[in-house]
């Protein structure tokens, strides 16, 4: 038996008022579900009788909603209840990496590196806090006021942010990182200039030849797109071990095993780090390991596998530039809690990483490849850090786009005899200091 629906004052007129009337349908759904009967159907018997209740709830007169907008309030109610509700719309829009909800009235979107102001809204501060639980308990996970922060990823492969009152002062605050299923190639990559070929090319060399690799860069600046573009030149004959403190890596190769740290529970118990999965990993006979993003501790375990048979292993981190990525990885050796002086942590970055790569978002939004970098040695008491490519930024046009180059600097990496050795042998002209050539139609090889 359905109830009786409170007349609004009037139609409504905004998105606001819309969401206002969809919460009130959506709470008179739960009062006249049998749940007994609901219980008996399967997944799509449910969901068809969910919809013919919706719209039988629409159709009533004292909800006075106009004829032609009922099949929306039908979706917007079904999207209530089983996907993303009003952030819908959003998350199927592929050009949007991340939705950021500040508060009922405040919705933006990061669409090609810009953010936007969108007209989604929610009908009020208990209806985006009742939104956030739900998704939020579909991960296995709690936000209350004794847990108001709460990280959680999403059945999507989405990472999820919230932060609630008492600590989020104008309201709950949410942030979705978006998961990509379409992975950026190489040629997508020189396609947008966020590299040269010639700078693909050596990457491309580089991890073919089982040399060490880290990614550097901010948030957002695109370092596991670049470490998904490398991984697909792992020869599919290694075992490769993936490590990752939410998973979006998306190797191909046949033989890989990803694993994914485990946070604690409500009670604050059965936490499985990074560092405790790294330790794990080198007992599984990894021809490779790769770090979706060092943050702590587990960087010393990972510089050991580098160090001790694991070459052409991989890791991200954040970093405003090269030099400051090889400050915070010395820093993270000092939060593993192993006493190790400075002058031998330094040499042993030195001798367990080659190839340095920093990647920015630019203020235009565009992502670029700023630097390649050989980490020759440490010698005196400092890195001995050369740039390889480089990209110069001269200003914005009047397109809105960063107006730069890409350029070869002219030094000749000392791993070449390596790579040599390893059957990769990369031409000298591709060092000779210039411009690096644009080629939108570049295949990777």
């Given at each position: 038996?359905v109830?009786?629906?409170?007349r ?12 206002q009337l ?9 009062d006249?579900?049998d749940?007994?009967?609901?219980g ?27 004829h032609g907008?009922?099949?929306?309030m ?10 993303f509700?009003?952030?819908?719309p959003?998350?199927n ?18 669409r ?8 989604v ?12 639980q739900?998704l ?6 709690r936000?209350d006021?004794?847990?108001p ?7 999507d492969?989405?990472?999820l942010?919230?932060?609630i ?13 978006r998961f990509?299923?379409?992975v950026?190639?190489?040629e ?15 990457l ?15 948030t957002g ?38 694993l ?11 936490e ?36 001790t ?29 192993v ?13 367990a ?31 001995v ?7 110069r ?10 107006a ?10 000392v791993?070449l ?9 990369v ?16 295949s990777?090889?």
């Open positions: 038996m109830s009786q629906i409170e609004p004052r009037s139609a409504p007129a905004g998105r606001q008022e819309f969401q969809k919460t009130q349908l959506h709470r008179q759904m739960v006249s579900i749940i007994s009967k609901a008996q159907l399967d997944a799509e018997e449910l969901r068809q009788h969910l919809r013919a209740l919706a719209a039988h709830l629409c159709s009533l007169e004292p909800v006075s909603l106009p907008e009922r099949e929306g039908v979706q917007e109610i079904m999207d209530e209840i089983f996907a509700g009003p952030l819908q959003l998350m829009d592929p050009m949007v990496s991340d939705v950021l909800v500040n508060g009922y009235k405040n919705v933006y979107v990061e090609d590196g810009h953010l936007q102001s969108t007209d809204k929610f009908a009020n501060d208990d209806h985006l806090l009742r939104f956030i739900r939020v308990g579909r991960a296995g996970r936000i006021e004794v847990s922060m709460v990280d959680a990823k999403l059945a492969g989405s990472r942010n919230a932060v009152p008492p600590l989020a002062l104008r309201g709950p605050t949410l942030s979705i990182r990509k299923t379409k950026l190639l190489f997508d990559m020189v396609r947008t200039e966020s590299l040269a070929p010639d700078m693909a090319d050596f491309i060399a580089a991890v073919r030849a089982r040399l060490n690799i880290v990614l550097s860069g901010g600046a695109g370092k596991t797109t670049m470490l998904n573009n490398l991984s697909r030149f792992i020869p599919t004959s290694e075992r490769v071990v993936t490590i990752e403190q939410t998973a979006e890596l998306q190797l191909q190769q046949p033989d890989v095993v990803s994914e740290m485990r946070p604690p529970n409500i009670e604050g118990k059965g499985i780090s990074q560092r405790d999965l790294l330790r794990n990993s080198l007992r599984m006979r990894p021809d490779r390991i790769i770090v979706g993003e060092a943050r702590g501790g587990e960087v010393l375990e990972m510089l050991q596998a580098m160090n048979g694991h070459d052409g292993s991989m890791s991200t981190l954040h970093a405003n530039d090269t030099r400051d990525a090889l400050h915070r990885l010395e820093m993270m050796i000092a939060l593993s809690e006493d190790l002086p400075i002058a031998i942590a330094k040499q042993y970055i030195a001798s990483i080659q190839i340095f790569v920093h990647i920015t978002r630019l203020g235009t939004g565009e992502r670029k490849v700023i630097r390649v970098s050989e980490l020759v040695g440490y010698r005196d008491g400092a890195y850090l050369e740039d390889i490519f480089s990209y930024m001269l200003g914005v046009g009047s397109d809105g786009k960063a730069g180059a890409f350029y070869a600097t002219g030094y000749r990496p791993i005899g390596r790579m040599a050795a390893a059957g990769q042998n031409p000298d002209e591709l060092f000779e200091p210039r411009e690096l050539e644009l080629r939108p139609e570049y990777a090889e």
